[in-house]
């Protein structure tokens, strides 16, 4: 099952810090989707990264103790 994407929603990191998405963008020269969001803790900073990165699981490999399933997950 594919996993969507909830803008203006609150995400958690697996690494456990929350961060708002805010929107979608392409990047000009590959047309590849990318995340943007913003840090929900100091210093509030905004990133982006490929959508296909933010919706990926967890590598249990690297990380085998992490609970969450995938790499951000929605906070309900």
């Not at 995400?11 to 961060?19: A, D, I, Q, T, V």
């Not at 998405?21 to 590849?32: G, L, Y």
């Not at 840090?39 to 990264?49: F, G, H, I, K, N």
């Not at 690297?62 to 997950?73: A, I, L, T, W």
Request: hydrophobic share 35%; charged share 30%; aromatic share 16%.
């Amino acid at each position: 099952m594919e996993r969507e994407l909830k803008l203006k929603r609150v995400y958690r990191h697996f690494k456990g810090m929350l961060y708002y998405v805010t929107d979608v963008a392409i990047n000009s020269e590959t047309m590849e989707k990318m995340v943007v969001y913003k840090q929900l803790y100091p210093p509030y900073e905004t990133y982006v990264r490929p959508l296909e990165m933010f919706l990926s699981p967890v590598d249990k490999v690297k990380y085998p103790s992490v609970k969450q399933e995938f790499r951000f997950e929605i906070v309900e």
